[in-house]
């Protein structure tokens, strides 16, 4: 049942007929998983709580940079190189203490998928590149759950919620295969407007208590266009395709490890080396390159390599100056994001020789 703190905090939800104690009571007991914490999962997640839904799962294994603080709104500048997750998970508990929160901090992969989302009634992507996105599809599909879609681009936005076992299509019937890499550019390469995931990700937020509550019609079968130059909304019929490889008459995908949820989240080509093999080169005295920790100072202080030399994710566009661009250079963080994002920064910059340390201090600290 509802507490009396809790029907004061329901209660303009509880005079909607639609809604009421009984609907409440079923926000209460429902889950949805959240596939990232950024533009998208941070209005959803955000929306989800406030409304009462018990348990929210969040899968993010990326940190907190300031780039991200623009449309990103479960963080702040005071959880800048902290942990998505510890950040996410301390605003949503300020926004609700009553709801429950599951912490996956992992990239959502073949391997974890059907583990992470079985447990869940609803599945929520926010997530920003195809291979997960095919991800969180087939995964829905496979069991049997509600798929909310959002994806941003610039000023235009769109929304639908794929769900086959419900008689609708599925992302494949949209998107059969996955574009090239470069094709579709990123919102890192292309931007996006601050307010338009705010749209989305709430348009999400708002599919997913639908279908919790058992009301109105979910956007089977069609996709909902978002214009914020032409304040627009417009839908567009979105059929099953017979011919569809996962959902069709004659399916071909019979798991979710295929081509294209194993793709590459990116298309770069960053160098990397294994947190073993940068043992093995300072253990032999064979490094010859210059090892940097993009941590923050109280990571460094709590345990850290000795021939690294800390130059925190923050300061290095201001320290790149200083930096050899005929050496090796290795940068590691403490799982790997950080320092990607290093490597990726420095070789836009021209730096050709820039190695990143997979699994960063977690990894190394285990050998």
């Known amino acids: 049942m509802l507490t009396p703190e809790e029907k004061v905090r329901y209660s303009?939800?509880?005079?909607?007929?639609?809604?009421g104690e009984a609907g409440q009571l079923r926000l209460k007991n429902a889950s949805v998983l959240l596939i990232g914490t950024g533009g998208l999962g941070s209005p959803a997640a955000l929306y989800l709580a406030?409304?009462?839904?018990?348990?929210?799962?969040?899968?993010?294994?990326?940190?907190?940079?300031l780039s991200n603080l623009q449309?990103?709104?479960?963080?702040?500048?005071?959880?800048?190189?902290?942990?998505?997750?510890?950040?996410?998970?301390?605003?949503?508990?300020?926004?609700?203490p009553h709801i429950a929160l599951d912490l996956h901090p992992v990239r959502f992969t073949p391997e974890n998928a059907l583990?992470?989302?079985?447990?869940?009634?609803?599945?929520l992507d926010g997530s920003d590149n195809f291979p997960t996105r095919f991800l969180a599809n087939d995964t829905a599909f496979f069991l049997r759950k509600p798929l909310i879609y959002g994806a941003i681009h610039r000023l235009d936005g769109q929304m639908t919620v794929f769900a086959p076992h419900l008689g609708g299509p599925c992302y494949r019937c949209l998107l059969p295969k996955i574009p090239a890499p470069g094709v579709v550019p990123s919102c890192n390469e292309a931007g996006v407007l601050g307010v338009l995931p705010g749209i989305i990700g709430s348009l999400q937020a708002m599919e997913a208590i639908k279908l919790i509550l058992g009301i109105g019609e979910p956007p089977l079968g069609k996709i909902l266009i978002y214009d914020a130059l032409s304040t627009s909304f417009r839908?567009?019929?979105?059929?099953?395709?017979?011919?569809?490889?996962l959902c069709g008459q004659n399916p071909t995908?019979?798991?979710?490890?295929?081509?294209?949820?194993?793709a590459q989240?990116?298309?770069s080509t960053m160098q990397t080396i294994t947190a073993a093999e940068l043992k093995a080169r300072l253990d032999s005295d064979a490094l010859n390159a210059l090892l940097i920790d993009v941590r923050e100072k109280d990571e460094w202080q709590i345990a850290h390599i000795p021939q690294a030399k800390l130059v925190p994710l923050?300061?290095?566009?201001?320290?790149?100056?200083?930096?050899?661009?005929d050496t090796e250079i290795i940068i590691h963080c403490k799982a790997g994001m950080r320092s990607a994002k290093a490597c990726e920064y420095l070789t836009s910059l021209g730096f050709e020789n820039v190695t990143n340390v997979e699994g960063g201090m977690d990894a190394f600290q285990k050998l």
């Open 314 to 325: 923050q300061t290095i566009p201001a320290y790149a100056p200083n930096l050899p661009k």
């Open 253 to 262: 995908i019979t798991s979710v490890n295929n081509p294209e949820t194993s």
């Open 50 to 65: 406030a409304a009462g839904v018990g348990r929210l799962g969040l899968v993010d294994p990326d940190t907190v940079d």
């Open 235 to 245: 839908s567009l019929k979105l059929p099953h395709d017979p011919a569809c490889r």
């Open 71 to 96: 449309r990103q709104l479960l963080h702040s500048d005071a959880t800048i190189g902290k942990s998505k997750l510890e950040s996410a998970s301390a605003r949503l508990r300020e926004t609700n």
């Open 265 to 267: 989240t990116t298309c």
């Open 12 to 19: 303009r939800h509880l005079l909607i007929p639609e809604v």
């Open 115 to 123: 583990s992470i989302a079985e447990n869940y009634d609803i599945i």
